[in-house]
């Protein structure tokens, strides 16, 4: 449990993303017993909003998203929500500056101080000054949501503005996948089998596919996505950070130096992406959502080969994909073997793949080839499922839960560093500046036909 009294201050604590997933989150943490036993939630925002205005607020939140109020302390925990209006600039901290003191008078002067910036990517830098100007940055935590920049030249200025207001040891950059239980596991389970220790490379592997398509559209944030598109809003975040996690050396520790230091080394071996080698998408009917530009370009499918220059992966392609509007929703990692030498002739390919779904509380599955029962020594895929939820004390808890957490016991492992992201951007810069062609697909399809050719010669493990 976290133990130090702290003030959680939420930075656009009335937008769509506290509403959906920070605030749920904060909630289970209160319902598990999670929280300190001393808090205090302090919402800010541009408007005039009095604390029982935002403790309706937040209650009609939960009961929208979850987890109900009527399933935890609901009583207890709105007298602890506090609302600071006025906006918070260099010019001006609203009347944020009173609220914490009113807060910390509760609590104690020495209550830890964490700040959730949970606004739009363009609103970091005014806001990291502004903490800095007011004197809110000292012995503080920083949590950044995702993308840290929205270009190379966007994440330099926010990184050097960050590193002149605070320390590194301050700064939480959240990616929520590393927060996933399925996800966490992909290290475990490499790490602590050996059977899986020994055919991680490429000598056993034919291929990694991380593939993260999604039925649904962008109708409740069109205006934050016709300003990012899949290359920014997933790619160069989640993608390459998934891709870190099955990619990286033994780490030297399992704490957050050791963890974030190999998935940081891995990322420096990304070979910088080849415009051939990517798929760039729209789907049919994109324009026409309300708040999308008549003629824009954004892309809401990406296919990518990504190349890791270093002795355990040279020429393994990495195929990463993602899109909006297409045939189903998974997040999905696929390990695909080599089809093994022998005295079996003509053996099924790609029917030795271990799966992780990072969907939900997350899976483990695992195909092979055994078998038949009969007289014959025929053969035929079989696969076993691992639901991680269902093993014996299992309590998982969704992403944000846990990386919330781990802001509030002090613990960066699952956090990106500096130099990690500094590669990833490095990596997607062709990319950005020698766009493909954007090519038009099917809403309800995999995408564009195109995507094919870069899972040649025997395709996408999912959809085909």
């Known amino acids: 449990m976290a133990t130090t009294k702290t003030v959680f201050v939420l930075f656009g604590a009335t937008g769509d993303l506290a509403k959906r997933m920070v605030l749920p989150a904060f909630y289970t943490l209160a319902i598990e017993g999670l929280l300190p036993e001393q808090w205090v939630l302090v919402g800010n925002g541009r408007g005039d909003v009095a604390h029982e205005d935002f403790r309706r607020h937040v209650h009609h939140a939960l009961a929208e998203f979850g987890p ?43 209550a830890q101080l964490v700040h959730y910036l949970a606004v739009p990517p363009s609103a970091f830098v005014e806001l990291t000054k502004a903490l800095g100007e007011h ?29 002149k207001v605070l320390d590194e040891s301050q700064v939480y950059r959240i990616d929520h996948f590393l927060g996933k239980e399925a996800t966490q596991n992909l290290h475990v389970l490499r790490f602590a089998n050996e059977l899986f220790a020994s055919m991680w490379d490429r000598k056993h592997i034919e291929s990694v596919q991380i593939d993260v398509p999604e039925d649904l559209g962008i109708d409740d944030r069109a205006e934050f996505y016709d300003a990012t598109g899949a290359v920014l809003d997933m790619l160069v975040t989640h993608l390459f950070q998934v891709a870190a996690e099955v990619a990286m050396e033994p780490p ?44 824009s370009r954004t892309d809401t499918y990406v296919a990518a080969k990504l190349w890791i220059d270093n002795p355990r992966w040279r020429g393994v392609p990495f195929l990463l994909r993602t899109g909006k509007r297409m045939a189903g929703s998974e997040q999905l990692v696929s390990i695909v073997l080599k089809t093994p ?15 992780f779904s990072l969907s939900g509380n997350g899976e483990i599955s ?27 004390a299992a309590e998982p808890l969704p992403p944000y839960v846990r990386l919330i957490h781990d802001v509030l016991l002090g613990d960066r492992s699952l956090f990106t560093r500096p130099d990690g992201l500094a590669a990833a951007w ?15 697909y099917d809403q309800g399809s995999w995408g564009p036909k195109a995507a094919r050719k870069l899972a040649a010669p025997h395709g996408w493990i999912l959809g085909e």
């Open 135 to 163: 004197g809110l940055a000292a012995g503080a935590r920083v949590v950044f949501e995702k993308p840290f920049g929205t270009s190379p030249e966007g994440f330099r200025e926010l990184d050097r503005t960050v590193h």
């Open 341 to 355: 030498e022998g005295p079996f002739a003509h053996l099924p390919e790609q029917a030795n793949v271990l799966m």
């Open 252 to 295: 030297a520790t399992l704490d957050a130096a050791g963890l974030q230091s190999a998935r940081e080394k891995v990322i420096r071996s990304f070979r910088p992406l080849d415009p051939g080698e990517v798929v760039l998408g729209q789907f049919e009917g994109y324009r026409e959502v309300e708040g999308i530009k008549a003629r």
């Open 366 to 392: 695992l195909t092979m080839l055994v078998k038949k029962p009969g007289v014959a020594l025929d053969v035929e895929p079989a696969s076993t499922v691992l639901p991680l939820s269902q093993l014996p």
């Open 426 to 440: 490095k990596a997607v810069t062709p990319l950005l500046e020698n766009k493909p062609r954007l090519q038009r």
């Open 68 to 110: 109900h109020p009527d399933q935890g302390p609901w009583k207890e925990f709105e007298q602890r929500l506090l609302f600071a209006g006025g906006g918070f600039n260099t010019d001006s901290p609203g009347s944020l500056l009173d609220v914490i003191a009113d807060a910390r008078q509760e609590l104690g002067e020495d």
